[in-house]
Structure formats: structure tokens, C-alpha cells
């Protein structure tokens, strides 16, 4: 290994304990504002310590071919310290900031589509209702008054035919229908 990998590699090594102290406090401050139950927090942590697994091991790839030496791991030490006690700070209210734009910005998509979308949709369904209302209660009325309009005309029809009645036998149905519709009739109109 040349000392230009060397260094390289230390480099690595000190952006990876950069990363992985900022993803410690990124994970930190999200499950505090999650609120997550304490039962997922050994999820989370073996999350976070996957994540960083992965990250240090890609950059070891990337810059040194995957040797592992003992200064990769002061390398990572250097960047931890480092970010504890310069970048913490910074991480975090940035991490807090995106959080609160991430929140407005879903409240704003929320309202946005309730307004635009679910609201007229909902003042379509109850306009609708009430048009068919409307127009089944005109029905309605319509209807009893051609009734009422019938109804002498019926009365003048069964006067003028009760001669030749007697010559007609008339079928048990439709006995049984015409007295089902002198009851809906007595019912509608004896109010």
C-alpha cells in the first residue's frame, strides 16, 4: 500500500466517523420525534449500526481495496471526535429544520388536496342528494295529482262498463291487483 492510498484511506476513514457521528444524531433526533415505542429502539439501533457498517465498509472498498489496518479505525475515531465537537450542533438543528419544512410541506399537500379534491367531491355527493330529492318529491306530488286527475275518469269507466260486468269474469289476479291498487290509493289519498 502506497502512502498515497495510506492517506487517502485515513482521509475515508475520518469522513466516515464524520457520517456515521452525523447519522447517530440524524437517528437520535428522529425516534425523539417520532416518539417511538422503547420495544423498536434495539430495531433502530441495529438499523443504525447496519447503515454504518455498510458505509465504512463500501469507503474501505472505494479507497484501500478492503484492508483492513489499525489507522482506519483512528481515522474513524479522529472523525467522531471531530464531528462531536465541532458539527453536532449544526446537524442537529438542520436535521430539526428539515423535519419541521417535511411536516409543513405534508400539512400544506394535505390541505391542498382535501381543498382541491375532497371537499368538491363532497359538495357534488350532497348537491346530488339534494337535486334527487327535489325531483323525487315533485315526482311524487306529479303523481298524486294525476291520480286525483284519473280518478273521476276511472269512476266514469267502471259506471259506464257495470252492464256488461255480469257478462265478464274477471281473473282472481287481477281482482287481487285492482284491490292492491284501490288500498295504495286509499292509503295516498286519505290523508
Not at 39 to 56: E, G, K, Q, R, S
Not at 73 to 84: H, K, P, Q, R, S
Request: with cysteine; proline share 3%.
Amino acid at each position: 500500500m502506497t502512502l498515497h492510498v495510506q492517506f487517502q484511506t485515513i482521509f475515508m476513514m475520518v469522513l466516515s466517523g464524520i457520517a456515521i457521528g452525523a447519522m447517530f444524531d440524524v437517528f437520535r433526533v428522529l425516534s425523539g420525534k417520532l416518539r417511538l415505542p422503547r420495544w423498536t429502539i434495539p430495531l433502530v439501533d441495529m438499523m443504525y449500526w447496519i447503515v454504518a457498517t455498510i458505509l465504512v465498509f463500501r469507503l474501505l472498498l472505494y479507497s484501500n481495496e478492503g484492508q483492513v489496518r489499525i489507522f482506519i479505525f483512528l481515522g474513524m475515531g479522529i472523525g467522531v471526535c471531530f464531528y462531536f465537537a465541532f458539527l453536532t450542533n449544526v446537524v442537529v438543528r438542520f436535521t430539526l429544520i428539515l423535519i419541521r419544512i417535511i411536516v409543513a410541506l405534508y400539512r400544506f399537500i394535505a390541505k391542498t388536496v382535501e381543498y382541491i379534491l375532497i371537499k368538491p367531491i363532497i359538495g357534488l355527493y350532497r348537491l346530488t342528494v339534494i337535486i334527487l330529492g327535489f325531483l323525487l318529491a315533485v315526482a311524487i306530488f306529479l303523481y298524486r295529482i294525476v291520480l286525483q286527475l284519473l280518478y273521476p275518469l276511472w269512476r266514469m269507466l267502471l259506471w259506464m262498463t257495470r252492464p256488461v260486468h255480469k257478462y265478464f269474469v274477471m281473473p282472481v289476479w287481477l281482482k287481487k291487483l285492482m284491490g292492491n291498487i284501490i288500498t295504495i290509493y286509499r292509503r295516498l289519498f286519505s290523508k
